[in-house]
């Protein structure tokens, strides 16, 4: 680049000058400041140019809002996320789905149109463009049939779409641009009251008339800095389904493939080059374990440097403080234990009686034990287990640790895949009965028609410290 301008510059410009050539001629000193001007114009038009192109892109994500159990609170955590989430300027917001519920609580279209403008206003409150990724709770009938051909309520949320002011077009995938980059919305729930996880799990796939227009969209916009992906349903638990459209998604610039619906936020890791995150909860009802294992109402923050993620954060609402984006392998354990847990309520009628164990339709009386059978540990790492419980209600508690007995106030540690059968992220079960692990007495002078709680803890330690804790309820008469 020239910094002083003199004779000699010109020299090496331009070559030779002829001998009438005069450096301090007027003309010549305004053909200087011309080619001055235009250097000038060029340098800063080509860096403007460059950083716009390496311009980082900040994208917010807002998790689910049903199933809840109150309305009101849920979208009162929504609203709070949604504020905290724009107090850091992003550029687009995504929200993964079930933003209204279309069962519980839901008797009539009016019903269902009141929350989806209290949820619209909120997300065209931001002032920024956004998306959303249909959910199950957003369009399922009330009567669960897998493919059910009831789309009455799927109905309702299009008709919503097009009265208010959404992304939504006339189908319920759709594709947008925001600051170079292309947004993919996909639609999960074309086989109705269909799961990936939980449900009729061979059925929750992709058509293929939606197929066929996303391969003609990503061919389209092959072009844009970056694609991002958002569906409701994380299909690629069952990676049959997902196989083929994974395999259309890494032939164009894919970064990333963000969903909902588990209430949990997970890293699945990058496969080909394409990020694979759940992102957790935003007012939908949540487990009771530790924030950084999905028990916190949360919102997101991806980043974007071209092609690349250059950081991705979640915050926890109330706190705003910083989450772990959880692993994979750590949600997978912390599902199979919740899976044991929910296997309790086998054990709410299952009582002891003069050092018999019987199963009883009806409730418990005063002469009898309280006993825990299905108490195991489904993963591959040790677990602690502790109970909490009206010690005015019960006595005597302990854990029977094969031949010996240990005291029933202190938590218990069982091996890696300890009075297990089979175990997986949705089912946990015993081939038969095993002994009981943990019982009480029930105080014989304990009240009649009394409710007794036990508060079950379990702990694990694998990249941090987690836990869940479970309820069990047992009536006494």
């Known amino acids: 680049m020239l910094t002083n301008w003199n004779g000699y510059d010109i020299l090496k410009l331009y070559g030779q000058p002829n001998n009438r050539t005069n450096l301090n001629n007027p003309m010549t000193k305004k053909f200087k ?8 114009v060029l340098f800063f038009s080509l ?72 949820a619209v ?30 789309r009455s309520r799927e109905k309702w949320f299009m008709d919503c779409c097009q009265r208010y002011e959404t992304p939504v077009g006339d189908k319920p995938y759709y594709s947008k641009n925001v600051a170079g980059y292309h947004f993919i919305s996909l639609y999960s729930m074309e086989n109705l009251h269909t799961d990936p996880r939980w449900g009729s799990i061979f059925l929750n796939k992709i058509k293929t008339e939606q197929l066929s227009w996303l391969k003609d969209d990503l061919e389209e916009n092959k072009s844009s800095k970056g694609i991002i992906v958002l569906i409701h349903h994380p299909q690629w638990y069952v990676w049959s389904n997902w196989m083929e459209i994974h395999g259309i998604l890494r032939e164009y610039p894919v970064i990333a493939v963000i969903a909902g619906h588990y209430h949990y936020d997970q890293d699945d890791g990058l496969i080909d080059g394409i990020r694979y995150i759940v992102m957790g909860a935003s007012g939908g009802v949540v487990k009771d374990t530790d924030a950084h294992s999905g028990g916190a109402q949360e919102y997101g ?42 296997n309790l309520w086998k054990d709410v009628n299952l009582v002891a009686s003069d050092g018999e164990k019987s199963l009883q339709k009806s409730d418990l009386t005063k002469d009898q034990q309280i006993i825990l059978t299905s108490l195991a540990n489904p993963i591959d790492i040790p677990i602690e287990i502790s109970i909490e419980f009206p010690d005015t209600l019960l006595t005597d508690p302990v854990w029977n640790a094969g031949d010996s007995t240990i005291s029933g106030y202190e938590p218990i540690k069982l091996k890696p895949g300890e009075r297990i059968s089979w175990a997986n992220y949705s089912n946990v079960g015993q081939w038969y009965q095993p002994p009981a ?7 014989s002078d304990a009240k009649e028609n009394t409710q007794i709680t036990l508060s079950v803890l379990v702990k694990l330690q694998d990249t941090r410290q987690r836990f869940i804790r479970h309820a069990v309820i047992f009536n006494v008469n």
């Open 301 to 342: 923050l991806l980043k974007l440097k071209k092609d690349k993620i250059t950081a991705f954060n979640l915050f926890e609402v109330n706190s705003d403080s910083m989450l772990e984006l959880t692993p994979r392998r750590s949600m997978d354990r912390l599902q199979a234990i919740s899976c044991m847990l929910d």
């Open 121 to 150: 206003t909120i997300m065209n409150g931001t002032q920024k463009p956004w998306l959303i990724a249909l959910g199950d709770h957003d369009v399922v009938p009330p009567r669960y049939l897998a493919c059910s051909p009831d």
């Open 33 to 40: 400041f011309a080619v001055r001007k235009c250097f000038l």
């Open 437 to 443: 692990l943990w019982q009480a007495k029930i105080i």
């Open 47 to 118: 860096g403007l140019f460059s950083c716009d192109g390496y311009r980082e892109i900040t994208i917010g994500i807002v998790g689910d809002q049903f199933g809840a159990y109150d309305a009101e609170k849920s979208y009162q955590v929504m609203q709070q996320a949604v504020d905290k989430l724009c107090a850091k300027n992003p550029d687009v917001i995504l929200h993964v789905g079930d933003i209204v519920e279309s069962i519980r609580g839901i008797d009539t279209f009016e019903d269902f149109e009141s929350n989806f403008r209290r």
